[in-house]
């Protein structure tokens, strides 16, 4: 392995030109003398092996700031759980702690099925909850239009016996068994 092949003093300043990017610097503090690093910094940078350990850390850095898939999982959890918050400022400088809200929870949850495969009987129970979800729309639109119908049928009854005469409603009454005496 290109690393076994470097020495102390180069291992020492590939890491420190990784932390602050001047060879310079890095050359100084890894233990070479300052009229050496002034001189030669740039090319230990040349040197093809400390050049791959410096590659190598910073794929590493590179690697460590993207969230890994159990990494993401976790924080999908606890979003879902609301144990995930955050902190806001409010108008007057108070802080205040915030909770997911219960479309973030679900949204979260539905992430997290997303991942996992469903069982037969689940994916019926889904179908099945589905269905009975598009019936009970389907009944309440239903009855919405009746009631419609029967204010529209209630309507036209109060406009027509609005136009009768005192005696048409006596006569009307006598008919449906009321007696107005």
């Known amino acids: 392995m290109a690393e076994q092949k470097l020495t102390i003093k180069q291992k020492k ?37 400390i050049k791959a350990r410096i590659d190598a850390q910073m794929q590493k850095l590179e690697d460590d700031k993207i969230m890994k898939a ?32 219960i479309t973030e929870k679900q949204r979260a949850s539905e992430a997290i099925l997303k991942r996992y495969p469903l ?22 639109q239903v009855a919405k239009a009746k009631a419609e119908q029967l204010h529209t049928v209630a309507d036209k009854t109060r406009e027509k016996m609005d136009k009768l005469s005192t005696e048409e409603l006596r006569n009307l009454a006598k008919l449906a068994g009321e007696d107005d005496d």
């Open 70 to 101: 159990d990494e993401a999982l976790k924080l999908i959890t606890a979003i879902a759980r609301g144990e995930e918050t955050t902190t806001v400022e409010t108008k007057d400088g108070f802080w205040l702690t915030v909770h997911p809200t």
């Open 13 to 49: 300043f590939a890491d420190e030109y990784v932390k602050t990017g001047n060879a310079t610097d890095a050359a100084i503090k890894a233990g070479y003398s300052e009229k050496y690093a002034h001189t030669n910094a740039n090319k230990l940078l040349q040197n093809t092996t």
């Open 119 to 140: 069982s037969d009987m689940d994916k019926a129970q889904i179908k099945k909850a589905q269905a009975e979800a598009i019936k009970a729309q389907a009944e309440a």
